[in-house]
């Protein structure tokens, strides 16, 4: 996985968010989608001469740090504890509540159809038992995923990953993708939900797509280049910006228990942007955002609101 500097930042020497934007160009967004990330300590957003114009430039080491685009609160896996996780019926109550951005999980079924489903088993979210990867998609497409959240729900059905991307289409809604392949198919699940998104989100703005899975990842860039990447991951260890540069990612997701303002600083000092899950405190979301954090994934989009940054 290791490669060269020189490689990794391409021809242009920027950091990995601009060449993106040297790539695809300014997104055609909804104008809520472009709230920058508040100022920190380390990045700038001053103006100049009373110019609408930000200088983006990091004064920590001169690098340029692209504003973050899109929504800056996003619920997770659709509407967070509102509504029956990864299901249409999350889409349309975060859409409902005015949210802009989503998340959820992509796994792959039996017959390789991609659905939208956290666990590698349908225990916990669906009228069915036993393995995901080893239940046809007709099968999964029969349960009740909807049930267990409460009974306004029964009959809300497993979906699948073109349901989903065209519900958001008509919806208006940005979308992180989180591939979550069953172990031994890391591979070909990126493939899979890669490809399909190129085919689901033909215009702007196209999805994020992220994994814990290193393998994935790069399954997805060899698959999808065009799309971006998010390196997903627990905990900043040491070595996780040589890994995100190898991936050719353009983000850092990591869990908010274990972020620190320095660990922050340097995220987005590197030209990453920085997302973080799952915040579900208004005082936590108020922290994060102050260290210029660019984006949270909550599960309580009642306390935390879209326009709450």
Partial sequence: MARSDGLLLGVSGCPPAQQTAAKRGKPSLPPFFFAPAPPSAAHSAAYNNGSLLPDLTSTANGRMHRPWPYPRVVGHRGAGTLAPENTLAGLRKAAAMGFGGVEFDVMLSADKVPILI??????????????????????LASLDAGAWFGPQYRGEH?????????????????????????????????????????????????????????????????????????????????????????LGCVSVHCNSKHLTQAQADEVRGAGYWLLCYTVNEPATARRLFSWGVDAIFTDRPDLIPPDFA
């Fill in 118 to 139: 956290h666990d590698e088993t349908l225990d916990r979210t669906t009228s069915g038992r036993g393995s995901v990867a080893a239940t046809p998609y007709a099968r």
């Fill in 158 to 246: 497993v979906p699948s990953f073109e349901e989903a991307g065209k519900l958001c289409a008509q919806l208006g809604l940005w979308a992180n993708v989180e591939i979550k392949p069953a172990r031994g198919f890391e591979r070909e699940t990126a493939v899979a939900v890669a490809k399909l998104a190129l085919n689901l989100w033909s215009a702007p703005p196209a999805p994020l797509l992220s994994s814990f899975e290193a393998v994935s990842l790069d399954a997805a860039r060899a698959a999808a280049p065009d799309l971006d990447r998010g390196y997903l991951t627990d905990r900043l260890a040491p070595g996780w910006a040589e890994a995100a540069r190898a």
